[in-house]
C-alpha cells in the first residue's frame, strides 16, 4: 500500500524558515516524480513544486520562487520541502503527492496523497 | 499559465439526483485533465485521469467526459459519501499543474 507521511509542520514567526518532510512507502519511490501542493484555510489546491526521479530536474510556482526549494533523498525514500522566508500567506496544509502517468507519456497527474501538515505563519 | 475554472461553486442536490460539475480550461488542454474529491479534514483524492479514466477502486456511478477546453464530472446517482468538494486539474503543462477553484457539493 502506497503510504505518503508528512512531517515537520509547526507554528512559525514572519520571515523564518521551515523544513517539511514526506516519508515514502509502499512503491519504488525512484521511480516516480513527487510534488508538494499546499490549500490556504477554507481555500482551493495550490501547486507548489515538483522534483524528478533522480533530483536533478526541479519545478516550482512563481509565488514561491526563491524562497521554496524541494529536494529528494531516494536513499531514505524521503521527499523535502524548504521554506524560507516565510509570509503569513504560506499559512497552509502542505501536501506530498505522488505523480503518475498513463501509457509512455509525460503527462503526470497525482495518484497518491500524504495526510498534510499545517504550517502557521504568524507572530 | 493554464486557467481552470469550475461551475458551479456550490452545488445543492439530494440522494439519488444525478449531478454534473463542470470545468473549463483557457486553453486545450487535450485530454489531460484530472478530478479529484476532497472531504474536510482530509486529502483530495484522485476519481478520474485523463479526462474519462475511472481510477481503480472509484465506484461506477462516477464518470468524466470532455477533451480541449470543456470537461464535465458527472455522478449518475448520489450517495450520502459523495457529499464533499470537488477539484479539476490540468496536467498539459507545468509549471504550474493548475487547479479549478472547486465546486462544493451540499446536502439540499
Known amino acids: 500500500e502506497v503510504q505518503l507521511v508528512e512531517s515537520g509542520g509547526g507554528l512559525v514567526q514572519p520571515g523564518g524558515s521551515l523544513r517539511l518532510s514526506c516519508a515514502a512507502s509502499?512503491?519504488?519511490?525512484?521511480?516516480?516524480?513527487m510534488s508538494w501542493v499546499r490549500q490556504a484555510p477554507g481555500k482551493g489546491l495550490e501547486w507548489l513544486a515538483n522534483?524528478?526521479?533522480?533530483?536533478?530536474?526541479?519545478y516550482c510556482v512563481d509565488s514561491v520562487r526563491g524562497r521554496f526549494t524541494i529536494s529528494r533523498d531516494n536513499a531514505k525514500n524521503s521527499l523535502y520541502l524548504q521554506m524560507n522566508s516565510l509570509r503569513a500567506e504560506d499559512t497552509a496544509v502542505y501536501y506530498c503527492?505522488?505523480?503518475?502517468?498513463?501509457?509512455?507519456?509525460?503527462?503526470?497527474?497525482?495518484?497518491?496523497w500524504g495526510q498534510g501538515t499545517l504550517v502557521t505563519v504568524s507572530s | 499559465d493554464i486557467q481552470m475554472t469550475q461551475s458551479p461553486s456550490t452545488l445543492s442536490a439530494s440522494v439519488g439526483d444525478r449531478v454534473t460539475i463542470t470545468c473549463r480550461a483557457s486553453q486545450s488542454i487535450s485530454t489531460w485533465l484530472a478530478w479529484y474529491q476532497q472531504k474536510p479534514g482530509k486529502a483530495p483524492k484522485l476519481l478520474i485521469y485523463?479526462?474519462?479514466n475511472l481510477e481503480s477502486g472509484v465506484p461506477s456511478r462516477f464518470s468524466g467526459s470532455g477533451s480541449g477546453t470543456e470537461f464535465t464530472l458527472t455522478i449518475s446517482s448520489l450517495q450520502p459519501d459523495d457529499f464533499a468538494t470537488y477539484y479539476c486539474q490540468q496536467y498539459r503543462t507545468f509549471p504550474p499543474y493548475t487547479f479549478g477553484q472547486g465546486t462544493q457539493l451540499e446536502i439540499e
Open positions: 509502499g512503491f519504488t519511490f525512484s521511480l516516480y516524480w
Open positions: 485523463k479526462a474519462s
Open positions: 503527492a505522488r505523480e503518475r502517468g498513463t501509457d509512455s507519456s509525460s503527462y503526470y497527474y497525482f495518484d497518491s
Open positions: 522534483v524528478q526521479q533522480d533530483g536533478s530536474e526541479n
